[in-house]
């Protein structure tokens, strides 16, 4: 499968990547793959790869005798370092001597979640490795936050094909994803696993009560019949656990604040589950 299918998204980053490891998996160039966690530089790396399949090492925590071994036994082929920059120094001086040192016939290929000049002033990088890494082609991979107009095709390659309703795509491209695809990947897997009749749910800490009016409005102005008992129970949840938290989780002010008795207000947090805990 080529790369222009499997790198998913329309930015002018994405379009500009595509360019790059179609020259990159042709070239057999030492490549350098520059990204925070999350953002598919394994899968960056198997498509510079071409047709090869890279023999990855991770190296967080790797033994330095099993590194040693495994890589003098390389003769050929793509090898692929995840994540350098979390090697021990002993480790990354293991690195640095097969890169000088390896058959011609081997390429490299080297992931790290920061530009290496950050990577030496934090001391995450030896200066000698440092100096062979720059020597690579590089590719850097922005974080999903920075292309949003990206996120709508990777949640619908994602979803398998269930149908997503506008406010909720606008939903997801709202939010930060801190932790880039990796993530979005994850929530939309929940929302497939636990998809009901074919509708796609976002999980509850994902909903707020403006994304469910938007959709009770946009199928009233579409004729449909609104389904009210979710989407207001959301909005009235929103609606006491902030003033539970206004007034410190103190259920008769936050009553008394709303114009509720106690009882009344007790029987609504009863059957919204809220709690101190949860309203976090």
């Not at 449909?224 to 909005?235: F, G, T, Y």
């Not at 009882?263 to 009863?270: A, M, P, R």
Request: hydrophobic share 40%; with cysteine.
């Amino acid at each position: 499968m080529s790369a222009e299918i499997q790198i998913v998204g329309k930015s002018k980053h994405v379009e500009q990547l595509r360019k790059l490891i179609a020259k990159l998996s042709t070239s057999g160039k030492d490549t350098l793959i520059v990204g925070e966690p999350g953002v598919g530089k394994t899968t960056v790396a198997s498509l510079v790869a071409s047709l090869e399949i890279p023999t990855s090492f991770r190296l967080a925590g790797q033994d330095e005798l099993e590194l040693q071994t495994s890589l003098a036994a390389i003769s050929s082929g793509t090898v692929l370092f995840e994540d350098v920059d979390q090697a021990g120094f002993r480790n990354q001086e293991i690195v640095l001597e097969f890169i000088a040192t390896r058959p011609k016939a081997v390429r490299v290929i080297s992931t790290v979640c920061l530009p290496t000049k950050e990577l030496l002033s934090q001391r995450k990088l030896t200066e000698n490795l440092c100096a062979r890494l720059n020597g690579f082609e590089m590719v850097e991979i922005r974080p999903l936050r920075e292309r949003p107009e990206d996120i709508p095709l990777l949640v619908k390659h994602f979803a398998n094909g269930l149908v997503i309703d506008i406010n909720t795509l606008e939903t997801l491209v709202k939010l930060p994803w801190n932790e880039n695809i990796r993530q979005l990947k994850s929530v939309i897997d929940r929302c497939v696993s636990s998809a009901q009749d074919g509708k796609f749910m976002l999980p509850e800490e994902f909903v707020d009560e403006r994304t469910e009016v938007a959709k009770m409005v946009s199928g009233l102005m579409e004729g449909q019949r609104p389904v009210l008992d979710k989407s207001l129970d959301v909005i009235e949840n929103t609606i006491i656990r902030r003033t539970l938290e206004r007034f410190g989780f103190n259920e008769s002010k936050a009553a008394q604040f709303l114009g509720l008795t106690d009882h009344v207000f007790g029987q609504k947090v009863e059957r919204l589950a809220l709690s101190k805990t949860t309203a976090r």
